[in-house]
């Protein structure tokens, strides 16, 4: 029984305590801006990859492998835009390379009609391979 009691204890104080820590926090007006950011670019990356299934007809499984690159080319390019928005062509050049790697890793998911047809949206023409002149592949 004591044991028992012990348990309930530590997992209460356990409790208390990171409710207090999350009211501190929540109070913390950087927390709040960091959650807004997070969320927001959530709410993206989600809208990007809906967008993308509605497009090119994807399957759940599809969506699952590309909603975390999706996050992962728009911090990039929300990344390279800060980093870069006083050198354009440097920044133009980061976000080709960038989008170069997204289609790289489009092309393990998407069926090839699926990454045909997102490199015409793309810009790109019909056939061009997503690696176009970096040698790999």
């Known amino acids: 029984m004591f044991k028992y009691?012990?348990?309930?204890?530590?997992?209460?104080?356990?409790?208390?305590?990171?409710?207090?820590?999350?009211?501190?926090?929540?109070?913390?007006?950087?927390?709040?801006?960091t959650v807004a950011r997070k969320s927001s670019a959530e709410a993206a990356a989600i809208a990007e990859?809906?967008?993308?299934?509605?497009?090119?007809?994807?399957?759940?499984?599809?969506?699952?492998?590309?909603?975390?690159?999706?996050?992962?080319r728009l911090a990039g390019m929300h990344s390279i835009d800060q980093q870069y928005r006083a050198d354009e062509p440097t920044r133009a050049?980061?976000?080709?390379?960038?989008?170069?790697?997204f289609e790289q890793e489009c092309s393990r998911?998407?069926?090839p009609s699926q990454l045909s047809q997102l490199q015409q949206q793309n810009g790109q023409p019909n056939g061009a391979p997503?690696?176009?002149g970096n040698g790999l592949g």
């Open 5 to 33: 009691s012990l348990i309930v204890g530590f997992a209460l104080a356990s409790i208390s305590a990171h409710a207090q820590m999350s009211d501190r926090l929540s109070e913390h007006p950087t927390a709040k801006i």
């Open 109 to 111: 998911i998407l069926t």
């Open 49 to 72: 990859t809906r967008e993308m299934t509605n497009r090119l007809h994807l399957n759940e499984g599809q969506f699952l492998k590309l909603l975390p690159l999706n996050r992962t």
């Open 130 to 132: 997503a690696n176009a």
């Open 93 to 101: 050049a980061k976000a080709a390379e960038l989008e170069a790697q």
